[in-house]
């Protein structure tokens, strides 16, 4: 077996999409002949956690825990609840208050590429005897947070090892780069820093076409591209809910607001009183304000539910139990290359996908290649609310069933095992 020190910040008990695509790399690999040993940190700041993905994580992995600084758990002393949106994504760039300002400004120009980058020096004078000692063959680190590529730079100018950067979002072309408020120097630092790992690392994984594009303008490192994936989903039985769900699960961020799909059900509800009391919408994650006061406006508070957090299990059950499901991306260029972890449970679900995001994006392109549901701009509101209409004269009918195809394709075990391939052919 060949031996693979795997680098990651996210895992369990930390929840969201980030945590999943290495806990089930991790899963299967020496299925595949791959012997992982993981290097986490020992005392991380998750602004959201889930206790119940513990149960999903593989016996008989040798886990490295280190310790860690996370200069979020001082700005919590400020506010916990502006803290954990800034830490997770969640970037109002309307009626930002001075705190959450100032903590963009000093995330963004003090803590370069980001918040952990206190983790790196320590790491590698650790991890310097000990992938010595181990023999460790491949080290692979995952980003975000994209200090962690920092760790393997160093490790491979120093040891001469082999070394995998997989970006499962881009760096400086994600959405919420330009909210930091970058001085020009801190700018180009990050320039900088993306094109040396992007240079240095001997492959880089990407999880979209369009990223892997995107640093072929940069660098003539060989780039791969292996999405996120799903598991088997056969011990959730599905139990189709009696009202004629729409429901997202997941983060809605700002500027994320589908005011097109608002408008759309609030007119279908205006014109037929039977779709207004047969329609909920249901909201699973965390959501930013501007979701609860578009709904309002748009007279749809009372078919709508919001949930909360869910632990992944019991967001399984809710995907395979909605009538239709929800995948909501911002309409900007940056977010074509973004394929949200959830795309893929939602395929494991079978229940027919209604996508709102920008033109000509991965996204699109899986949906059409799986028949897996239907895809719309954010110019397209007629269009986007025949489709609903559609969906639910199926449903009256009883017949709101989808014939989706080429699912395999996107099945963890099939996605470890392209993995595998890589790293044994460094």
Known sequence: MKRVLVITYYWPPAGGPGVQRWLKFITYFKEFGIDPIVFIPDNPHYPLKDESICSELPKGIQIIRFPIKEPYRFANLFSKKKTNRVSSGIITKQKQSVLEKVLLWIRGNFFIPDARVGWVKPSIGFLRNFISEQKVEVIITSG????????GK????????????????????????KSLR?????QKK???LESEVLTKADHVVVTSATTKREFQKITNTPIEVITNGYDSIDEFKPNLDVKFTLSHVGSLLSNRNPIILWEALSELCSEDSQFSEDLLIQLAGSVSDAIPISIRKYGLTNQCLSLGYL?????IQLQC???????IEMNLPETKAIIPGKLFEYLAAKRPILAIGPVESDVEKIIEETSSGSYFGYSEKEKLKKQISLYYQAYRQGHLILNSKGLSNFSRKKLTFKMSNLIKNL
Do not use: M
């Open 144 to 151: 975000p947070p994209h200090s962690l590529h920092l760790i």
């Open 321 to 327: 139990n909605s009538q239709v499901l929800l995948l």
């Open 154 to 177: 160093s490790l491979k100018k120093e040891t001469g090892i082999k070394w995998v950067a997989d970006f499962r979002d881009p760096w400086t072309t994600i959405h919420y780069h």
């Open 182 to 186: 970058l001085s020009k120097r801190a």
């Open 190 to 192: 990050h320039i900088a």
């Open 311 to 315: 632990s992944h299990q019991k967001a």
